[in-house]
């Protein structure tokens, strides 16, 4: 069965501190992809990254960077120098037929 | 806009009653997955279509159903409703299997009086 773990359920930080989100996955597949997904207050998913199991090289997009350990089976993501507009529930997502969603953790940047 | 279109936006019904989710997947997608947000139950898998028909089913209880139509739209039926239906429902698409990624539509707001 696929889980995902998401053991942070809210962080609190201060506009242009970093914000390190942890993620840790179980799959039996050798092939998945990892996704993260942002839900602000508006209600909508919005998609981030997308990362597969073969790649674990780690990038980084904007603000956005994300580091994927295979041997850990860590998918963690980090906001570098967050801003108000990033308060959100971010969620890490495994993908093998369908998406396994972890519970999200509450991030709150006060200005 | 995702370019996936899900309607209602907020439905408020009561219980017993039955409602149709209506969704659009993104143009070129062929796949349609519906989901639940609850506040205990998180985001849950209900069930997958792709280019028609059924491919896996999730956390669908027996009072949901769904489809896809030839015209790759879908709707999901929740019939005999409960108050512990009240939930967040988002419907995503997809152009296979979800390999190359999800696009979420901005979900039909269900609240069962």
């Known amino acids: 069965a696929q889980k995902v773990t998401q053991a942070q359920t809210e962080i609190s930080v201060v506009e242009k501190e970093d914000v390190t989100l942890d993620c840790v996955y179980e799959?039996?597949?050798?092939?998945?992809?990892l996704f993260w997904y942002k839900q602000p207050p508006s209600g909508e998913l919005v998609f981030l990254i997308r990362r597969n199991s073969f790649d674990e090289q780690n990038e980084i997009s904007g603000r956005y960077s994300w580091n994927f350990q295979k041997s850990t089976s860590s998918f963690n993501f980090t906001i570098t120098a967050s801003q108000v507009v990033d308060s959100a529930v971010y969620f890490c997502?495994?993908?093998?037929?369908?998406?396994?969603f972890g519970a999200g953790t509450t991030v709150t940047v006060r200005a | 806009d995702s370019g996936v279109t899900q309607t209602p936006k907020h439905l408020i019904t009561a219980t017993g009653q039955r409602v149709t989710l209506r969704c659009s997947p993104r143009?070129?997608?062929?796949?349609v997955y519906w989901y639940q947000q609850s506040l205990d139950q998180g985001l849950q898998f209900l069930i997958h279509?792709?280019?028609?028909?059924?491919?896996a089913k999730g956390n669908i209880l027996e009072r949901f159903s769904a489809q896809q139509f030839p015209d790759l739209h879908s709707e999901l039926n929740l019939s005999s409703l409960e108050l512990g239906d009240s939930a967040l429902y988002f419907c995503a698409s997809s152009v296979g299997t979800g390999t190359s990624g999800y696009t979420f539509g901005s979900g039909t707001r269900l609240t069962v009086v």
């Open positions: 997502a495994l993908n093998d037929y369908k998406l396994s």
């Open positions: 279509y792709y280019n028609g028909e059924e491919r």
């Open positions: 143009s070129g997608d062929l796949s």
């Open positions: 799959t039996r597949d050798t092939t998945y992809y």
